[in-house]
């Protein structure tokens, strides 16, 4: 556990300054951005609204340069010889890329809000201030959007360990790529296994599953009548599944960033 | 000192094969021991395989086939309690971005011997400022900074791949005061050189690698009981007494040779390790066996 936090705080003195100075460049950008309608008249403007697209996007920036050092001869001896194991490098780098980073975007975006508010209120405005603060559910929104940015993160924490030049470019070319296979993957199981069971294509017969429909001028119609005679109950919850997808693709890949830096030569 | 040769194997490399990408290997079937206590000088031209050795020893590269041991664990392994027992100086390195003061407070934190007065005492003697940015340094401080901290860790093995670069000449003088100061029974100093003029009077045991191959490998001791300098009226004089390497000096020859040969003006004075080591890449098994050191 001391070995975890010197990791940690060598980590911190790494990326401190960095990441204060991004997420208040991000914020300090978002309310200018805001205050330009300003310009005709003064009104109360919420920047939190923007917080979960610039923290995921920000944050995927931050997370494809955390493993920086093994891109230079240098500091990969450095970091792969710092005297703590794998799990504790990794996860001093994790927790800096998605606490420390949520943290301090968390904190710019509120500190944008105060001043934002205390201008207003210099410019002579007089509506209530809270609008300012998300009408008071900043935390709220802030605590929010880690669901969706962690599942992001863990697709370019493993990107950033696994290619060793522009990481975020790659990951983001390999999502596509991984993402096409499956759409034409799917293209195609739909075009000539699962054809005979749709509509509006005789060439293959007709076979019909009630409340299961394609072709003719409806598209694809999946009323979910399939679904719920082809799989258990318990993944009936669509909100279920979206979690447990999402907590499968942060665990695996965390996992996969795990193995590939324990592989790493320098 | 320990007798370095009867003392503790720290570090061992058994069969070794090892090569880059589309490249001829570096090593077939490499054996070294590294023993606890004394400075390795570890010598050998440009391109010998002295940085893919420390890289491979420290656990920074896995070799291909044979075993790299590290303290008793496989070297790849990278154990966190092995990796506190090391510190190694690439040649090539880079400095994080943080101040003198707080790159000296994490080393600290991870290895538990860690000696900050040894590293104040080290700053000072080679004039390092106060507390800037290491990034801010200029190229021979920051390795003055790295020297120091390595040195100062409490490691058991300090690995310094060509330490000597970007010093100047004081500098240099103070780095050897240095390593022989932190050097010690319980601490192996491994210096990677092909600057032998550098590290003359500091390094014992002294390994030649040439050709993938560790072609000497003796103490001092070992060395001067095994071979001699002399001079000669000629090279070809030199030759017939049996010499391992020779050099001419204005007019006249000074040649390494066996201490039981015959012929020629015994020189006083350190051994020159360059002729050593011309001696070691030409004639090694004739050498080693002069010394009787172990390959």
């Known amino acids: 556990m001391n070995r975890f936090i010197w990791a940690l705080r060598h980590e911190i003195a790494l990326h401190l300054r960095n990441l204060m100075v991004i997420a208040m460049a991000v914020a ?15 009104q109360v403007f919420n920047v939190w609204s923007t917080f979960p697209a610039v923290t995921i996007i920000t944050g995927v920036i931050i997370t494809a340069g955390i493993f920086q050092e093994l891109r230079s001869p240098g500091h990969r001896i450095e970091l792969l010889l710092r005297p703590a194991s794998v799990l504790e490098k990794v996860g001093a780098k994790l927790l800096v890329s998605t606490v420390l980073f949520w943290l301090l975007m968390t904190l710019a975006h509120l500190a944008v809000s105060v001043v934002a508010a205390l201008l207003y209120r210099l410019a002579g405005g ?16 802030a605590l929010e959007t880690m669901p969706d940015f962690l599942p992001v993160q863990a697709l370019f924490f493993f990107g950033a360990v696994y290619f060793r030049k522009n990481p975020a470019g790659r990951t983001m070319l390999s999502l596509v790529g991984w993402l096409s296979t499956y759409v034409v993957a799917g293209v195609v199981a739909l075009r000539f296994i699962f054809a005979p069971y749709f509509p509006g294509d005789g060439r293959f017969g007709h076979r019909h599953i009630p409340g299961f429909e394609m072709g003719g001028d409806h598209g694809l119609q999946l009323d979910g009548q399939v679904w719920r005679e082809i799989v258990p109950g318990i993944f009936q919850n669509p909100e ?6 999402r907590i499968s ?17 320098g | 000192m320990t007798d370095t040769m009867t003392a503790k194997v720290i570090a061992g490399l058994e069969g070794v094969r090892f090569g880059y990408p589309r490249r001829k290997p570096l090593f077939e079937s490499l054996d070294y021991r ?45 154990r966190a309690a092995t990796l506190a027992r090391i510190s190694y100086i690439p040649e090539q ?22 000696d900050r007065q ?6 000072q003697r080679f004039e390092v400022p106060g507390n800037e940015y290491l990034s801010e340094l200029s190229f021979g401080q920051q390795k003055k900074v790295l020297i120091a901290a390595a040195l100062a860790t409490g490691a058991e093995l300090v690995i310094l791949d060509e330490p000597t670069n970007g010093l100047d000449i004081p500098s240099k003088q103070i780095f050897r005061r240095m390593v022989a100061e932190a050097a010690g029974d319980n601490r192996t100093v491994i210096i990677s050189t092909h600057q032998v003029k550098d590290v003359e009077n500091l390094i014992d045991p002294i390994v030649v690698l040439d050709e993938g191959r560790i072609v000497l490998d003796a103490t001092m001791e070992q060395i001067t009981s095994g071979v001699a300098m002399r001079r000669f009226a000629t090279e070809a004089e030199a030759e017939q007494a049996g010499a391992l ?51």
């Open chain 1, 126 to 141: 007089d509506a209530p201030l809270v609008g300012f603060f998300n009408e008071g559910y900043w935390l709220v929104m």
């Open chain 2, 118 to 123: 040894m590293m104040e005492r080290f700053l």
């Open chain 2, 93 to 114: 390195f880079e400095v994080p971005q943080i101040r003198l003061r707080e790159y000296i407070t994490v080393q600290a934190g991870y290895f538990p011997r860690f």
């Open chain 1, 240 to 245: 279920l599944l979206y979690n447990l997808l």
């Open chain 2, 34 to 78: 590294i023993r606890s206590g004394g400075v390795v000088g570890l010598l050998g031209k440009n391109g010998a395989g002295k940085t893919t050795l420390l890289k491979l020893i420290s656990g920074v590269l896995f070799a291909q086939a044979g075993q790299v041991t590290l303290f008793g664990d496989p070297a790849e392994q990278r």
């Open chain 1, 249 to 265: 693709v942060v665990l695996v890949f965390w996992a996969l960033a795990f193995l590939r830096f324990r592989e790493t030569e």
């Open chain 1, 28 to 42: 300090g950008s978002m309310m200018l951005f805001r205050m330009l309608p300003w310009i005709q008249s003064v």
């Open chain 2, 245 to 295: 390497a020779v050099e001419s000096y204005l007019g006249t020859a000074v040649a390494l040779v066996p201490a039981t040969a015959e012929g020629g003006e015994p020189l006083s004075g350190a051994l020159d390790l360059e002729l050593l080591f011309h001696g070691a890449v030409t004639r090694g098994a004739q050498l080693q066996a002069a010394c009787g050191g172990v390959a």
